[in-house]
C-alpha cells in the first residue's frame, strides 16, 4: 500500500523559511503528479502548489507565488515544499498527495489524488 509522509514543518518567525518533504513508500505511483494543500484553522483545505502529470509544468495558488517552491527527487520518490518568506496567514496543517491514476489529472484538484499524507503542522509567528 502507498504510503506519503510529509516532514519539515514546525515554528517559525514571519519572514523565516522552512523545506515540507513527502516521502513516498510502497508499490510504484502510477503518476509523476504530485501536490500540496494546507488547512488553516477553522477553514477548508485549499491548493497550495502541484507538479502536472507530465512534471514539466508547476502551478502556484496566487498567494504563495514567488515565495514557494515544489520540487522533487525522482530517484528518493520524494516531493518537496520551500517555503521561504513565511507570513503568519501560512500557518496551516499541509498535506502532500499524488494521484492514484494514470495519465492528465487536474493537478490543482484534490479530487486527482487518491493517496494523502498525514500533515505536518507550520506555525508562523507574527
Known amino acids: 500500500q502507498v504510503q506519503l509522509v510529509e516532514s519539515g514543518g514546525g515554528l517559525v518567525q514571519a519572514g523565516g523559511s522552512l523545506r515540507l518533504s513527502c516521502a513516498a513508500s510502497?508499490?510504484?505511483?502510477?503518476?509523476?503528479?504530485g501536490g500540496w494543500f494546507r488547512r488553516a484553522p477553522g477553514r477548508e483545505r485549499e491548493f497550495v502548489a502541484a507538479?502536472?502529470?507530465?512534471?514539466?509544468?508547476?502551478y502556484y495558488t496566487n498567494s504563495v507565488k514567488g515565495r514557494f517552491t515544489i520540487s522533487r527527487d525522482r530517484a528518493k520518490n520524494t516531493v518537496y515544499l520551500q517555503m521561504n518568506g513565511l507570513k503568519p496567514e501560512d500557518t496551516a496543517d499541509y498535506y502532500c498527495?499524488?494521484?492514484?491514476?494514470?495519465?492528465?489529472?487536474?493537478?490543482?484538484?484534490?479530487?486527482?489524488?487518491?493517496?494523502w499524507g498525514q500533515g505536518t503542522q507550520v506555525t508562523v509567528s507574527s
Open positions: 510502497g508499490p510504484p505511483l502510477p503518476n509523476i503528479a
Open positions: 507538479f502536472s502529470w507530465r512534471g514539466g509544468t508547476t
Open positions: 498527495a499524488r494521484p492514484g491514476t494514470t495519465g492528465w489529472v487536474d493537478a490543482q484538484s484534490e479530487k486527482a489524488y487518491s493517496y
